[in-house]
């Protein structure tokens, strides 16, 4: 179902950025993965979307993912400005939009803990939620993980999980021709589609050079949101498709997010 990807196919250079474009390195930025069933996600996206499956042991599958990081350096990537620092949770599906071919992400929310989250809760509608993030992480000198914990205390996606990483460790990616193409397709989506809090179709879009990922051991998961969803429950999550790890990414958020 995967047709073979290649990094030199979707890195592009960096957009200049402008007005009130945002910079901001990414710590101990996770991609935790979830297969799971098509049906649990029916009738979520307008139809100009479609669920971009994989097959895994015969089964057509979707595929989420958790994305916990800290926001450090958070600041404008123009003019001088506060940096700030955050701890945030993103929760997205990978998806196809149709009308494009463009292959981007479903993004169903995100917990942030900062005052900050006023902007784009209120002034832009997004699906933006508070919650106390904190980070407890542990690396070595080539910066593997050998603990990685994240808790986020919330009302709307309240959550925990708890792994660790090694360079070493192969990373295997089920569903994909090889593990590039599985690379690119949960690493590099640079626009993503949610329904606002009012309901209107928005947009987003990022850049982010080729991420520096090693692969993740999961120990124990915890996301609430997923299970109250019916998309993956509590004990669906100990067994993740796949854990993927970047210390810092670098990533550019273009702004204002748009209406569709």
Do not use: K
Not at 185 to 202: K, N, V, W
Request: glycine share 6%; hydrophobic share 40%; proline share 8%.
């Amino acid at each position: 179902m995967q047709a073979v990807r290649r990094f030199a196919d979707v890195l592009h250079p960096q957009p200049a950025p402008s007005g009130i474009d945002i910079a901001c390195g990414l710590r101990h930025f996770a991609i935790i993965t979830y297969a799971f069933d098509p049906a649990r996600f029916a009738g979520v996206m307008p139809p100009r979307f479609r669920l971009d499956t994989v097959d895994i042991a015969g089964r057509e599958r979707a595929l989420l993912s958790v994305v916990p990081f800290l926001d450090v350096d958070f600041t404008s990537a123009v003019h001088p400005f506060p940096r700030f620092t955050m701890g945030q949770t993103n929760y997205r599906v990978y998806i196809v939009d149709q009308d494009t071919g463009e292959r981007c992400v479903w993004f169903i929310g995100t917990t942030l803990d900062s005052w900050t989250l006023v902007v784009p809760r209120h002034l832009w509608n997004l699906p933006w939620y508070p919650g106390r993030v904190r980070f407890d992480c542990r690396q070595d000198a080539a910066g593997n993980y050998l603990h990685y914990a994240m808790d986020t205390a919330a009302e709307w996606a309240p959550a925990r999980v708890v792994l660790d990483s090694h360079r070493e460790h192969p990373i295997a990616l089920a569903g994909f021709p090889d593990t590039e193409s599985g690379l690119v397709y949960l690493t590099h989506p640079l626009r993503g589609f949610y329904h606002r809090r009012d309901g209107i179709l928005g947009t987003y879009h990022v850049w982010h050079g080729r991420l520096d990922v090693s692969a993740g051991r999961l120990q124990h998961a915890e996301f609430a949101l997923l299970d109250r969803l019916g998309l993956v429950d509590v004990a669906e999550q100990q067994h993740p498709h796949s854990v993927l790890v970047d210390p810092l990414a670098q990533f550019t958020i273009y702004l204002p997010p748009q209406r569709c």
